[in-house]
């Protein structure tokens, strides 16, 4: 019988902790061929959190405590699954909040996922059958969705629909992996850090709806603009889109200044200009995005560089074809004046886009 371990960190949720523990261990009926233990990672509750869960392990074998400092959820759950792994050894973990947003009934559901082949489930508000809290303020629904969605774009991930909710089942030997990385985020932003390691592992991803319920006692624990800030951080360090993007726009730089060089000043035809000025921004953006863009899958060795490249050449000649004649259509159209503007066009919303699918799927594909 594989072990799944629900983890549960907790502060000041007096109000909530009863609840829980019985709705968790309500599931194991639901899943005969799982043992379910819960561990609540309590961070030095002031209300007597802890002293519920003492009383209620006397009813409950498979219930566990660990006390830790008070150093955010990132770390409480890293001291979780580490406790999980030297005490009780599970298959699976999984994330859950204990303030009663998140539903227990729906564990089986994350085990089903799971037994189907996944490593990560994901509970997702924004897909159908998912919701949030109907009653929830517009700056509140402006911070849930924006912050999700922005994540979703800056790392051009668009099937996860999810990123952001702490309502999860992960596979252990993930779990084992993601440490060193995961170590270094101690509050919310953990949530999304962990979804980016487990996509970059190629970890296979799935979802099931849930529906987000509004907390009936105290309030929520987050800190908007620094949860804020820490996501739009990551992302901005982590992503290898918008690092790809980077190296366009630098990309950009050494085409436009090699076409207006041939074509201003040595006044070469408008083809020639764009085409030689193409591909030496091709050789400068391969090697950027080998090194930067795409580091977690850095294409290594003289031999594997090399056809590396020809492969990245080849699927960039479609970059060289678009941009070439598109700017040859457009100045015969248009005339010569605004070429440059045609230039801007082209690249920002032809080229970068099917780029940077190509070359995921043929240059830099999942190791």
């Known amino acids: 019988m594989k072990k799944v371990v629900v983890v549960a960190p907790t502060y000041n949720e007096i109000g909530n902790i009863d609840n829980l523990v019985k709705q968790v261990f309500d599931q194991q009926k639901k899943v005969p061929n799982w043992e379910i233990h819960l561990l609540v990672v309590d961070s030095n509750s002031k209300d007597g959190t802890i002293e519920i869960v003492r009383k209620l392990k006397k009813n409950y074998s498979r219930l566990h405590i660990l006390e830790t400092p008070k150093e955010g959820l990132g770390r409480a759950y890293i001291k979780g699954f580490k406790y999980s792994e030297d005490k009780i050894n599970p298959y699976v973990v999984m994330e859950i909040d204990a303030d009663g947003q998140h539903e227990p009934n729906k564990i089986p559901e994350f085990l089903k996922e799971i037994e189907k082949g996944a490593d990560f489930v994901i509970g997702t508000r924004y897909s159908k059958g998912g919701s949030i809290p109907s009653n929830w303020g517009l700056h509140r629904k402006i911070l849930s969705v924006g912050a999700n969605l922005f994540v979703r774009l800056g790392f051009m991930k668009l099937r996860l629909t999810e990123w952001t909710n702490g309502y999860r089942a992960i596979k252990f030997w993930l779990v084992k992996k993601a440490y060193s990385h995961l170590e270094s985020y101690s509050g919310y932003v953990f949530q999304v850090a962990f979804i ?172």
């Open 196 to 367: 980016d390691f487990a996509l970059k592992n190629n970890a296979v991803m799935a979802e099931i709806p849930v529906h987000f319920k509004e907390r009936k006692f105290d309030k929520s624990k987050i800190n908007a603009v620094q949860y804020t800030l820490q996501v739009f951080l990551y992302v901005l360090t982590h992503s290898s889109f918008i690092k790809f993007v980077v190296v366009g726009f630098l990309g950009f730089f050494v085409d436009f200044g090699i076409s207006w060089l041939m074509i201003e000043q040595l006044h070469k035809a408008v083809w020639v200009g764009t085409l030689v000025s193409t591909e030496t921004a091709i050789l400068s953006n391969f090697i950027l995005n080998n090194y930067w863009s795409f580091a977690h899958k850095k294409i290594e060795g003289s031999g594997s560089f090399v056809k590396s490249f020809l492969k990245f050449n080849l699927v960039s000649s479609g970059s060289i074809a678009i941009q070439t004649g598109g700017m040859q259509l457009l100045t015969i159209i248009f005339g010569r004046k605004f070429w440059y503007l045609y230039k801007v066009l082209i690249i920002f919303f032809v080229i970068i886009p099917y780029s940077y699918i190509l070359y995921n799927k043929v240059v830099w594909k999942n190791k």
